[in-house]
C-alpha cells in the first residue's frame, strides 16, 4: 500500500482527499470496502501489479501516468516488495515511453485553443484567470470596464521603462 497525491508531495490542502493505491493478487473490483462511506475523504486506487504498469504508459487521452504516483509515494505497506518494485519499474517504463500521435494532436488542439487567451490575459496583466470556455478576447473591441489597448501599452512601458517614442 503507498500513499500517493498531495498529502504524499506535502501540498495538500484542507479539502484534499487521501490517494491510498493498493496493490493487489488479483483484480477485486467488488471490494465493499473500497466504496464505504468515511470520515474522511479517501480514495483508494486497487489494481494488481500488471494493471498498475499499465498505467506507467497512458495510451489515449484522459489517461494519466500514475507511475509518478509511485515515485513521489510514500510506501506504507509493502511486506513482499512489490511497491518497491513497481516504483523501481516507472524509471524504466517513463524512459521507453513514447507519447502516442493521438495524445499529441488533441494537446496541440487544445494548446491552439487556450494560447491566444492566455496571451490576452498577459496583454492586460488581468490577474483573473478568464476561464477555459470563455471566448477570445478581441483586443480591437476589449469588454466594458477594461482599459484599451492604448492604456494598457501605456502601463506596459511604465514596467518595462521604455516609452512609444524609444520603440
Not at 464505504?36 to 479517501?42: D, G, K, N, S, Y
Not at 511486506?79 to 488533441?106: C, F, N, Q, T, W
Not at 469588454?143 to 518595462?160: F, K, L, W, Y
Request: proline letters at 7%; aromatic letters at 6%.
Amino acid at each position: 500500500m503507498l500513499l500517493g497525491g498531495s498529502v504524499a508531495r506535502g501540498t495538500a490542502r484542507a479539502d484534499s482527499d487521501l490517494d491510498l493505491l493498493v496493490v493487489t493478487v488479483a483484480e477485486d473490483s467488488v471490494a465493499s470496502w473500497r466504496s464505504r462511506a468515511r470520515r474522511l475523504p479517501v480514495d483508494f486506487l486497487v489494481h494488481t501489479a500488471d494493471q498498475w504498469r499499465e498505467h506507467f504508459a497512458p495510451d489515449r487521452v484522459g489517461d494519466e501516468s500514475w507511475g509518478y504516483a509511485f515515485l513521489d509515494g510514500v510506501v506504507l505497506h509493502d511486506p513482499e516488495g512489490v511497491v518497491a518494485h513497481l516504483a523501481a519499474s516507472v524509471v524504466d517504463i517513463h524512459a521507453r515511453y513514447r507519447v502516442p500521435m493521438s495524445i499529441k494532436s488533441h494537446y496541440a488542439s487544445l494548446w491552439d485553443h487556450v494560447r491566444p487567451k492566455m496571451l490576452a490575459v498577459l496583454r492586460r496583466d488581468d490577474p483573473v484567470e478568464n476561464g477555459w470556455a470563455s471566448p477570445v478576447p478581441d483586443p480591437r473591441n476589449p469588454p466594458c470596464g477594461t482599459e484599451s489597448g492604448a492604456a494598457t501599452a501605456h502601463r506596459a512601458d511604465r514596467r518595462t521603462g521604455s516609452s512609444p517614442r524609444s520603440r
